[in-house]
Nanobody, 126 residues
Framework: QEQLSERGGGLVQAGDSLRLSCEAS????????MGWFRQAPGKEREFVAA????????GYADSVKGRATVSRDNAKNTVYLQLNSLKPEDTAVYYC???????????????????WGQGTQVSVAS
């Protein structure tokens, strides 16, 4: 069974940093592009960051560019999202997802991802 499991969320103060991780099981992890999305209450799910199967090609939303770093360790079947200088508007449930179409070039639309984790809550207090 294909599964993605996020960890690392929590309650932090504005200006703090967090490192989210997402471990994959039941799939050939290194064959997939991976992405991070987030969804705040009452809002659409939005793209945060993504990277290709080998981690060389990356993409970021304007809202996190310069504050976020996405990376992966294929030996550990894990993708990471480092978030720095967190703002209250970063508060959301963060999801990781896998995309076969995005294995070479990062994809930004949720419809291009077929496997999703259950999400981890990130709350940033002002």
């Amino acid at each position: 069974q294909e599964q993605l499991s996020e960890r690392g969320g929590g309650l932090v103060q504005a200006g703090d940093s967090l490192r989210l991780s997402c471990e994959a099981s039941g799939l050939t992890f290194s064959a997939y592009g991976m992405g991070w999305f987030r969804q705040a209450p009452g809002k659409e799910r939005e793209f945060v960051a993504a990277l290709s199967w080998n981690g060389i090609n990356t993409g970021y939303a304007d809202s996190v560019k310069g504050r976020a770093t996405v990376s992966r360790d294929n030996a550990k079947n894990t993708v990471y999202l480092q978030l720095n200088s967190l703002k209250p508007e970063d508060t959301a449930v963060y999801y990781c997802a896998a995309s076969w179409e995005g294995r070479a070039a990062p994809r930004t639309h949720p419809d291009e991802y077929t496997i999703w984790g259950q999400g981890t809550q990130v709350s940033v207090a002002s």
